[in-house]
């Protein structure tokens, strides 16, 4: 079997060319299609993105990738996508791209993986095993003291530490806390608080609004505000605040190594829908000793 890739300039073009393939399955692609559509409305969201896909000769998409440097790069799987792996890593060193690790599901992340490191002097590890979820009903849980509202300016320091904290608790993940990024994303109502009394005892985010869902992230709450309900409460409030938005279904990855949240999740009404790894790669020193 013969195969070509195609890169594009923009996410648009990127988008008109693959997206049909990647959003008959919304769920599993929604990082690659949530980062894509957000450069099509800020493009200046990321520095030098870089989009392609492996068409076999029929002009059918396998695979298809988008890396937003330095972040790792993003995999999306077509049609019988493991043939085309060999042919999207031998393209890769030939451009010479600087590849700091991948994510996707775990059935095209593992294959290529084992390409990559087997034709270049990489090392590799996993950065974190997550499950990606989807959800189209909620089942709330009791409320505990205090409600779910729109984080305001005037929480911008504490949630910017909350932001912070989330990034030391989970390996991997870096959001910008940034003065900058909280107030840009308090201002576009991102940010949800559970708010006890004028306290916030909770966090979570709305991101990447695609076709007919979208995604909630950055779920923090402070070990000394922990076990007290207030996570599951603003997340199943958020989710069905969402879903009364118009939204079909919700998304939510989770930690593996989290027992406890994936419990959470599900009991709120989230469904497991797939696998997916988080992988690094640093090259191997070949100096002589």
């Known amino acids: 079997m013969e195969f070509s890739i195609s890169r594009y300039s923009n996410a648009r073009t990127f988008l008109e060319a693959v997206g049909e393939c990647l959003y008959d399955r919304e769920t ?21 993105p870089f989009f392609a896909s492996v068409e076999d000769s029929g002009g059918q998409v396998r695979c298809a990738v988008v890396m937003t440097p330095p972040h790792n790069m993003i995999l999306a799987e077509g049609e019988d996508f493991a043939e085309a792996i060999p042919f999207l890593v031998a393209y890769l060193q030939e451009e010479d791209l600087k590849i700091p690790g991948v994510i996707g599901p775990v059935h095209i992340t593992e294959p290529f993986v084992s390409f990559w490191v087997q034709n270049t002097h990489h090392n590799s590890w996993i950065e974190m095993n997550q499950k990606i979820y989807e959800l189209r009903t909620v089942h709330l849980p009791p409320v505990p003291p205090g409600s779910m509202r729109m984080a305001l300016l005037e929480d ?41 009394e004028g306290q916030l005892v909770s966090m979570a985010l709305k991101t990447r609004p695609i076709a007919h869902s979208i995604t909630i992230s950055g779920v923090y ?69």
């Open 221 to 289: 709450t402070p070990p000394e505000h922990r076990r007290q309900g207030y996570a599951s409460a603003l997340v199943a409030r958020l989710s069905q605040h969402l879903l009364d938005s118009g939204y079909r279904f919700v998304n939510l990855f989770t930690d593996l190594a989290n027992p406890t949240s994936n419990r959470i999740y599900r009991k709120i009404g989230y469904q497991p829908v797939c696998d997916f790894r988080m992988v690094s790669f640093e090259k191997q020193d070949q100096s002589i000793i």
């Open 28 to 48: 599993i692609n929604n990082l690659i299609l949530g980062v894509s559509e957000q450069l099509i409305h800020d493009p200046e969201a990321y520095r030098n």
């Open 156 to 196: 911008l320091p504490i949630v910017q530490k909350f932001l912070a904290s989330f990034n030391q608790e989970i390996v991997g993940v870096t959001e910008d806390t940034s003065k900058e990024s909280v107030q840009k994303r308090i201002l576009n109502g991102q940010i949800f608080v559970w708010d006890r």
